[in-house]
T-cell receptor
């Protein structure tokens, strides 16, 4: 059984650019959640996808968008990058979307915006 | 709104000493509380959740609804307990969204 994987491991972008981060969920999991973790802080919920539909969103602007594919892998897209978007982006998958389903985290993608 | 507070950024204890990590939350309903741990160079992983009432790696945590706290305790810290610990909350209203605290770094000295 393969765990949650994320790509790329790290990347550097400049302000105003766009970025796409990818996540492969654990085998059998249909729910993916994305979190942003700024340096020295706890992870902050961005949004969740359940069976290809957005299933909840945190306090992030519309330039943060996502997608989930039929195989339940997911993408996080960020447009018009700002310096404050520099962070570790974590993806977590779970068996289902309901409360009580443990979330399994990936290793994260470290994004630096210059 | 859900909020989780971990007042200590860093806890430094000697091996064999007790360790307690504080977590306070604000939520008006019935939350589900978790402790996540991140060891060096490893991914974030679930340590324990209040509904299971288990002791994992010697750690326990009791949900105190009156004080809105979910402190993590271990009577005898080990060097391998050195890690970053995050308290998190989920609620039925918000689905499986986790609200994390800022984290506490635990350093267990030999």
């Amino acid at each position: 059984e393969t765990g949650v994987t994320q790509s790329p491991t790290h990347l550097i972008k400049t302000r105003g650019q766009q970025v796409t981060l990818r996540c492969s969920s654990q085998s059998g999991h249909n729910t993916v959640s994305w979190y942003q973790q700024a340096l020295g802080q706890g992870p902050q919920f961005i949004f969740q996808y359940y069976r290809e539909e957005e299933n909840g969103r945190g306090n992030f602007p519309p330039r943060f968008s996502g997608l989930q594919f039929p195989n339940y892998s997911s993408e996080l897209n960020v447009n018009a990058l700002e310096l404050d978007d520099s962070a570790l982006y974590l993806c977590a998958s779970s068996l289902a979307a309901g409360l009580g389903n443990e979330q399994f985290f990936g290793p994260g993608t470290r994004l630096t915006v210059l | 709104a859900q909020r989780v507070t971990q007042p200590e950024k860093l806890l430094s204890v000697f091996k064999g000493a007790p360790v307690e990590l504080k977590c306070n939350y604000s939520y008006s309903g019935s939350p589900e509380l978790f402790w996540y741990v991140q060891y060096s160079r490893q991914r974030l992983q679930l340590l324990l959740r209040h509904i299971s009432r288990e002791s994992i790696k010697g750690f326990t945590a009791d949900l105190n609804k009156g004080e809105t706290s979910f402190h993590l305790k271990k009577p005898f810290a080990q060097e391998e307990d050195s890690a970053m610990y995050y308290c998190a909350l989920a609620s039925k209203a918000a689905g499986n969204k986790l609200t994390f605290g800022g984290g506490t770094r635990v350093l267990v000295k030999p």
